[in-house]
């Protein structure tokens, strides 16, 4: 399908001019451009020459067309003329002007007014950025951070081996391994008296118990 836009009958309706009628249309152009980026449409938009003297000129920017009738002629007659030289089935229109409306939908073209064209535009615009930014985010890759590697000579590897069997065959022992109880005899039980701390004390019992060993 092809749109035709009636230019300055958009405007009106989308914008308040007052002096700044050139500035307003490029505004108007712009936001069309950037809309229109993200959608698949073919679509013309139409100036007539009651603001603008000479030939007919047409040009693009990004994906819209834009034409400039010639002097003298309106936008409503060029975009009657076009529909009328054209497959009208597969021409839209969009106006909110309802003698050109009228004109156009007798020659078999379809039509839909400014209101209706922008809020649907703007809902397709919207759902393609949407559509858009949720590809973007899915797509992005997942950083996973490497593993710290430890470096060790092989000296150091055969050590921390030995070091990690030999505590695991301690620790199996201790739970198998009776308590020690050391009985204490009379006499040395004197020396918790003597006013000594207690490593002086086992040291003393034990330097006795090597020179007297038990029979």
């Known amino acids: ?45 139409v100036f ?4 603008q003297a000479g030939e007919s000129t047409r ?8 034409q400039y009738t010639a002097e003298g002629e309106t936008a409503d007659e060029f975009i009657i003329s076009e529909v009328g030289e054209s497959i009208a089935s597969q021409e839209i229109v969009i106006t909110s002007d309802k003698k050109l409306a009228w004109t156009v939908r007798n020659l078999g073209a379809k039509t839909q007014s400014v209101s209706e064209f922008m809020a ?12 858009g930014n949720n590809t973007i985010q899915s797509n992005r890759p997942i950083i996973i951070p490497p ?7 092989d ?3 055969w050590l921390k081996i030995f070091e990690e069997r030999t505590v695991s065959v ?17 006499e040395e039980n004197e020396l918790e008296d003597s006013g000594i701390n207690d490593e002086e004390r086992w040291l003393k ?6 020179n007297k060993p038990d029979e």
Request: with cysteine; hydrophobic share 35%; charged share 35%.
């Open 59 to 66: 040009g693009h920017k990004q994906n819209l067309e834009i």
């Open 170 to 186: 301690e620790e199996s022992t201790l739970k198998f391994k009776k308590p020690v109880i050391i009985k204490v005899k009379p």
């Open 147 to 153: 593993k710290k590697i430890e470096i060790m000579t």
């Open 1 to 45: 399908m092809h749109y035709y836009i009636d230019g300055y009958n958009l405007l009106f309706c989308l914008k308040s001019t007052h002096n700044r009628f050139k500035e307003s249309r490029e505004e108007l152009i712009d936001e069309l451009c950037e809309k229109l980026n993200f959608i698949n449409l073919d679509v013309t938009i």
């Open 155 to 157: 000296e150091q590897r």
């Open 120 to 131: 649907w535009l703007n809902k397709a615009w919207k759902n393609k950025i949407h559509k």
């Open 205 to 210: 019992i034990f330097e006795a118990r090597i």
């Open 48 to 51: 007539d020459s009651i603001y």
